[in-house]
């Protein structure tokens, strides 16, 4: 079985510095990587996957995750944080095989920029 | 449509009720995922429909969680006899195919959220 552990529930930081937001994942198994946001009342949003390829990946809203298989982690990225980021922030892992493609995450991890 | 679109929004419940939730995937998807989300915590998984099949109901907490997805598009949770334990943010997702490729990626309608009183 895999799972996520996301050891940050809240990173405070003031708007235009650089955050980084932890994951380390276990399993038995490869597998896929992914973050996802998630605004007040709202459901998630993908931000960025690792399937293969590349370590470093890029998503959107100038987030960016790098994949350290030796490290197990996912820590997700950004050189300059907006007001507009504050969110809860899900990392998830679901398996390249074995069938199906359901998704474990992590407890999440709040990010309030402040002025 | 244009998203996973879910209803409803809000949902209270006396102990004891039963209750349904609906979700509407993204036309043409295949995969239709159910979670349940506890305050302040992740997303958990319930189970998993591919076309009208239901392939994975390990994650459904008991026998009072039922869902389906007659017609491979809608699909329903219900749940009978609601008990405390049982409020939540319950999440809809659907991908486009049945892969561990990229044409998984999941796409999530905003949620119900249950409350049992």
């Known amino acids: 079985a895999q799972s996520v552990t996301q050891l940050d529930s809240q990173v405070p930081v003031f708007e235009e510095a650089p955050v980084e937001l932890r994951c380390n994942y276990s399993?038995?198994?490869?597998?896929?990587l992914f973050w996802y946001v998630q605004y007040p009342n709202q459901g998630l949003q993908l931000l960025l996957k690792?399937?293969?390829?590349?370590?470093l990946v890029k998503g959107i809203n100038g987030f960016e995750a790098e994949f350290n298989k030796s490290q197990t982690s996912f820590h997700l990225r950004k050189p300059s944080v907006h007001i507009s980021d504050t969110a809860e922030y899900f990392c998830?892992?679901?398996?390249?095989?074995?069938?199906?493609?359901?998704?474990?995450f992590g407890t999440g991890t709040q990010l309030k920029v402040e002025l | 449509g244009a998203g996973v679109s879910q209803s409803p929004r809000y949902k209270v419940a006396k102990r004891g009720q039963d209750v349904a939730l609906r979700c509407d995937p993204i036309s043409g998807h295949v995969s239709l995922f159910w979670y349940q989300q506890a305050l302040g915590q992740g997303p958990e998984f319930l189970t998993y429909f591919q076309n009208e099949a239901q392939l994975d109901k390990s994650g459904l907490p008991s026998d009072r969680f039922f869902a389906e997805r007659p017609e491979g598009s809608v699909s329903t949770l219900k749940i009978q006899r609601t008990q405390q334990e049982d409020s939540a943010v319950y999440l809809c997702a659907s991908s486009l195919r049945f892969s561990s490729g990229s044409e998984n990626e999941q796409f999530f309608g905003p949620g119900t959220r249950l409350t049992v009183l």
């Open positions: 399993s038995s198994v490869s597998v896929y």
């Open positions: 690792y399937l293969s390829g590349s370590t």
């Open positions: 998830a892992v679901n398996k390249l095989t074995g069938g199906g493609n359901k998704l474990t």
